[in-house]
C-alpha cells in the first residue's frame, strides 16, 4: 500500500461549490504539506503543518483553508471553487526536526477541474 | 523572496548519452536541495537530497552536486536509458526549516 494517499484522484466541479481534498499517510510523520502544480510554474505551496496542533499558511493560501484531523490525515478545502484553482493538487509529508527541512514523501495527486 | 530556475525545460537525448540538467537558486541562504522524479500521471519520488554543508551526492547513475556561493546545482545522468524518461524537478529548502522552493522542471526524453 502506498505510504501517501489522496482522495479523490480525479474531480470536476462547478464554480461556487465547496470541495474537500483528502491526504493521509501511514509513514508516522509529523510534517503535511499541500501544493498546487500548474503548467510552467512548477509547484507551489498552499499550507503546511508542522504537527496537529500547528497550521501555516503557504505561498498561495488565498481561497484554500485546511483541517489537520490528526497526525497521519491533512484535509484542504476549496471553500467557493473558481476556474483558477484548476490544477494538479498534491500532499507531501516529511518527518522533519526542529529547524531543518527532510526528504519529502508525495502523494500521487488529485487532478481538480473547476468548470 | 527565493526564486529558482531550471534550464532547459526540455531535453531529448539518445539512449546511452551522458546528460546534465541545471538548477539555479537566487537565495544562497538554503538549508538543502533536492532532485525529484516525477512521471506522468504520478507524483513525486525524491531522488538525492544534499545538506548546504555537502557538495554532492551520488545514487547509482545519478550524481547531483551543490555550489551554494553561486546559487547553482547539477544534476548528471550517466548512460541515459528510456527509463529515465520524466520530468525532474530541484528544491531547495528554506533556511526557516520545513518548506520547499520548487523550480518549474525539465521534461527528459531519452530516445531508443
Known amino acids: 500500500d502506498a505510504d501517501v494517499t489522496q482522495t479523490p484522484r480525479n474531480r470536476i466541479t462547478k464554480t461556487g461549490k465547496r470541495i474537500m481534498l483528502e491526504c493521509s499517510q501511514t509513514?508516522?510523520?509529523?510534517?503535511m504539506y499541500w501544493y498546487r502544480q500548474d503548467p510552467g510554474l512548477g509547484l507551489r505551496l498552499i499550507y503546511y503543518?508542522?504537527?496537529?496542533?500547528?497550521?501555516n499558511k503557504g505561498e498561495i493560501s488565498d481561497g484554500y483553508s485546511v483541517s489537520r484531523q490528526a497526525q497521519a490525515k491533512f484535509s484542504l478545502s476549496l471553500e467557493s471553487a473558481i476556474p483558477n484553482q484548476t490544477a494538479l493538487y498534491f500532499c507531501?509529508?516529511?518527518?522533519?526536526?526542529?529547524?531543518?527541512?527532510?526528504?519529502?514523501?508525495f502523494g500521487p495527486g488529485t487532478r481538480l477541474t473547476v468548470l | 523572496k527565493q526564486e529558482v530556475t531550471q534550464i532547459p525545460a526540455a531535453l531529448s537525448v539518445p539512449e546511452g548519452e551522458n546528460l546534465v540538467l541545471n538548477c539555479s537558486f537566487t537565495?544562497?541562504?538554503?538549508?538543502?536541495l533536492q532532485w525529484f522524479r516525477q512521471d506522468p500521471g504520478k507524483g513525486l519520488t525524491s531522488l538525492l537530497l544534499?545538506?548546504?554543508?555537502?557538495r554532492e551526492q551520488t545514487s547509482g547513475r545519478l550524481n547531483a552536486s551543490l555550489d551554494k556561493s553561486s546559487g547553482r546545482s547539477t544534476l548528471y545522468i550517466a548512460a541515459s536509458q528510456p527509463g529515465d524518461s520524466a520530468t525532474y524537478l530541484c528544491?531547495?529548502?528554506?533556511?526557516?526549516?520545513?518548506?520547499?522552493?520548487f523550480g518549474q522542471g525539465t521534461e527528459l526524453s531519452v530516445k531508443p
Open positions: 503543518s508542522f504537527d496537529v496542533k500547528d497550521i
Open positions: 544534499i545538506q548546504s554543508s555537502q
Open positions: 528544491a531547495v529548502g528554506d533556511n526557516q526549516g520545513g518548506k520547499l522552493i
Open positions: 537565495d544562497s541562504a538554503i538549508y538543502n
Open positions: 509513514k508516522g510523520h509529523d510534517r
Open positions: 507531501a509529508t516529511s518527518a522533519g526536526t526542529s529547524g531543518r527541512t527532510d526528504t519529502q514523501y
